[in-house]
């Protein structure tokens, strides 16, 4: 079953020894960045949630770390293996199921036997109004907003769903940070990428009022889909849906005319203000580097509402989490399916965390010549998820993704005798760097002078003498 709401969550966490609490108050200044980081070094693969009880002037507790652990991300899928979410969202979205009575059903769109659990349900009465704050009542600077690192302008909400709609109603959820520039107003740190940017701009163009929401705390498997690049025909609140196995709840906002999660902790309402002029900041990116944007858009409120006993949930951006990394594994599979569908010669897909689990993508695939290849990396410019990706590698299938020593030696071993003048032209094409180590190029290695591994030597010993051909281990001997 999927978790109602952060509570529920959090209490789940505890249960499984997983939710470390942090009693000492805490400056959101960097202070909650830098004890969020020591405590995920300290547990490496058993990162706990960590809950600051006491934030710095402030009365709501602040979470951080929430599926940097594979077990509490499987948990929150409500499932034991990450193979079995990918095949719900298959069997809800599957484009060639139920042909006889469903073959006109755009992408995208559930099947019939998925709708009912899947679409989400409008309620009348949530946890996230029990307080309404309006007018003179708003004051972001009562929320324990957190500065990461050094070098970032503002203080920034970085775990909210920012919540807009395309002209013709359709709704987009996006996880991007927003800045907190004074009492009520916000800095949206949109970029070109961004759906919500662009319609936005529309917005703009058409001379029409823009409202945005922000959503903070809920089930946080709705921050993952809301991290992730979607194809436009694909609504967030069905993929969300198909990975919870259960509808999510929405309620009419309390200030804009926009539907937002009712299990939410915090909502934030407002309209971008066609008058104020765009500003720029420094904020820290996903990669673990400061980025500085400019042309932003700035939000001004007109509601806040929440729990009565709200929890606000951050999320840390830097190289050295394990949130992003145990999230892109369920990433990977479902880009996987994506591609194979374009592609039905890839054999793997891995966004490694050395390119922040999205600038880099390395692929493995059956195919060999250059024209096999050349379609294979229009297939993944054309992926909502791969598409921004400034270096992508593809690699033979026999090559693990996962070891990233072993793909870049297949790099190396592709290219021999072949001087960077006559590579970076056939893989620099704008600002993205294609890598073909794959294609059997002439006058480059063939793959005929690749060593057998021990493995396969062992196991050729093994078939010819019927028996166990492995290395006896004793006392004297060691592995090299």
């Not at 929430?66 to 499932?79: D, V």
């Not at 673990?288 to 939000?299: D, K, M, Q, R």
């Not at 032209?425 to 591994?453: F, H, N, V, Y």
Request: aromatic content about 6%; overall charge negative; proline content about 9%.
């Amino acid at each position: 079953m999927p978790f109602d709401d952060l509570t529920q969550f959090l209490q789940s966490a505890s249960d499984a020894g997983e939710l470390e609490r942090v009693e000492v108050e805490l400056n959101p200044v960097e202070e909650i960045a830098a004890v969020t980081q020591e405590i995920g070094r300290e547990f490496l693969q058993q990162s706990p949630v960590i809950y600051c009880e006491r934030p710095f002037r402030s009365r709501i507790p602040v979470v951080t770390n929430l599926l940097g652990n594979r077990n509490r991300f499987l948990r929150s899928l409500g499932c034991s293996q990450l193979d079995e979410a990918v095949q719900r969202v298959i069997s809800a979205f599957n484009p060639f199921a139920n042909l006889g009575n469903d073959w006109k059903r755009p992408l995208g769109t559930p099947t019939v036997a998925d709708r009912s659990r899947i679409v989400p349900r409008v309620i009348r009465r949530a946890a996230c109004q029990q307080v309404v704050k309006l007018g003179q009542e708003i004051n972001l600077l009562d929320l324990p907003v957190p500065t990461c690192w050094p070098g970032e302008t503002h203080p920034a909400i970085t775990a909210g769903l920012i919540l807009t709609e395309t002209a013709e109603g359709k709704p987009l959820v996006e996880q991007v940070p927003a800045a907190v520039l004074d009492r009520e107003t916000l800095l949206i740190h949109w970029q070109p990428s961004h759906s919500g940017e662009s319609q936005w701009r529309q917005a703009v163009a058409a001379q029409r009022p823009f409202p945005v929401a922000i959503a903070l705390g809920g089930d946080p498997l709705l921050g993952y889909v809301a991290s992730l690049p979607l194809p436009p025909q694909l609504n967030p609140w069905h993929l969300a849906g198909a990975l919870r196995q259960e509808s999510v709840n929405l309620i009419r906002a309390r200030s804009v005319e926009l539907n937002v999660p009712a299990d939410a902790e915090i909502i934030l309402e407002g309209y971008l203000d066609p008058a104020a002029p765009l500003q720029s900041g420094t904020i820290a990116g996903e990669q673990g580097v400061l980025e500085n944007h400019s042309n932003l858009p700035v939000l001004r409120l007109t509601a806040i509402t929440h729990r009565a006993n709200p929890i606000f949930p951050v999320k840390i951006h830097g190289f050295q989490f394990q949130e992003a990394v145990v999230t892109s594994q369920l990433t990977e599979r479902l880009l996987l399916q994506l591609l194979q569908l374009l592609n039905p010669d890839v054999s793997d897909l891995h966004l490694p965390p050395c390119g922040g689990c999205r600038q880099t993508v390395f692929v493995s695939t059956n195919a060999a010549s250059p024209d096999q290849i050349q379609q294979l990396f229009q297939a993944i410019g054309s992926l909502p998820g791969t598409a921004q990706a400034g270096l992508v590698v593809v690699v033979p299938s026999t090559v693990p993704l996962r070891n990233t020593d072993a793909v870049w030696r297949e790099v190396s071993l592709q290219f021999p005798n072949t001087s960077p003048e006559e590579v970076l032209p056939l893989a620099a094409r704008g600002e993205r760097l294609w890598i073909d180590a794959a294609s059997r190029k002439s006058g480059g290695w063939t793959g005929s002078g690749r060593c057998l591994s021990s493995e396969q030597v062992l196991s050729r010993i093994a078939a010819r003498l019927g028996g166990d051909a492995s290395i006896p281990q004793t006392e004297q001997s060691t592995p090299l």
